[in-house]
């Protein structure tokens, strides 16, 4: 397989967009959806389009679906920009980012299994997931380092109260213009970090939008509660702001979002049935 980026100098002005799926599967027809959000708009612009894949999650992740996107955005004629970010190989820089929020008291550690937040908790389902009660955030400091000392199992979560106070009111604003108020709330003390996921997609995802120059972050409309907490990062690190652009989804016929278990909806098993790149990229399209 050729190679399928371009080199392109960078101008004051530039667009800068992005597609970065995780490999924890074959690409589908709403994954093309979304790279063109992203490739249209930087090549009819004279931008720029980079290509990241977002490998954290070590339990899920494999070296084969990784291949497999770059051979899939090739077969479809969508190129990128420069080198390919894995994620998984920034893993000290996230380390570092997260480490200055813990010398900022901005995150804590939470020693609560997943299963018991949600046995336990009688805190509401909000748009991210259980809004986590914050059982943890008010441990004394001699008890959080003694149980870290002693190994037990924990997550970073960030503490939100104290961020929004720091950070003060935000926004957000569309690719279309309007702009929204951020409710930092909306997903609670969100984890930021775990021991089998050093990072989350939250920090991680902002770390490198702003690391890469990204202006406009083109992602599914599924992903828009998540730009709450993302700003707040931004403000929080001093990060650049980008303008987002949160695309439609691409829907079964019963409704569903597509999924990569859709094996029937792949762009490897459209491309074996005999389509054409040009007939996936109108699928996606349409």
Avoid at 83 to 88: F, K
Avoid at 198 to 209: G, I, N
Avoid at 259 to 279: N, Q, Y
Wanted: with cysteine; glycine share 10%.
């Amino acid at each position: 397989m050729g190679q399928a980026c371009r080199d392109a100098g960078m101008t004051i002005g530039t667009i800068v967009t992005r597609f970065a799926p995780s490999p924890t599967g074959y690409l589908h027809i709403g994954h093309a959806l979304s790279a063109l959000a992203g490739w249209r708009p930087a090549r009819g612009q004279a931008g720029r389009f980079l290509l990241r894949i977002e490998d954290i999650d070590r339990t899920r992740c494999r070296e084969a679906f990784d291949a497999a996107i770059l051979e899939d955005l090739a077969w479809l004629g969508i190129d990128w920009d420069g080198e390919v970010r894995r994620q998984s190989r920034h893993l000290a820089d996230y380390a570092s980012v997260l480490a200055g929020l813990r010398a900022r008291r901005l995150v804590y550690p939470c020693f609560c299994s997943r299963s018991r937040i949600v046995r336990e908790s009688e805190a509401p389902h909000g748009p991210l997931g259980p809004v986590y009660p914050g059982t943890c955030r008010n441990l004394a400091g001699d008890e959080r380092e003694a149980r870290i000392a002693a190994g037990e199992n924990h997550a970073w979560r960030l503490d939100v109260g104290a961020a929004a106070r720091q950070a003060g009111p935000l926004t957000w604003r569309q690719r279309d213009g309007t702009v929204h108020r951020v409710d930092p709330f909306i997903g609670g003390d969100v984890v930021l970090g775990r021991r089998e996921t050093p990072v989350s997609y939250h920090l991680a995802v902002t770390h490198d939008d702003h690391a890469q120059g990204v202006t406009v972050v083109t992602r599914g409309r599924d992903l828009e509660p998540s730009t709450h907490v993302h700003r707040l990062i931004q403000a929080l690190m001093g990060w650049n702001e980008p303008v987002y652009d949160h695309h439609r989804l691409l829907l079964r016929g019963d409704g569903r979002r597509y999924a990569k278990r859709d094996s029937a909806a792949t762009i490897r098993s459209l491309r074996e049935e005999g389509h054409t790149p040009e007939a996936v990229l109108a699928m996606a399209s349409s």
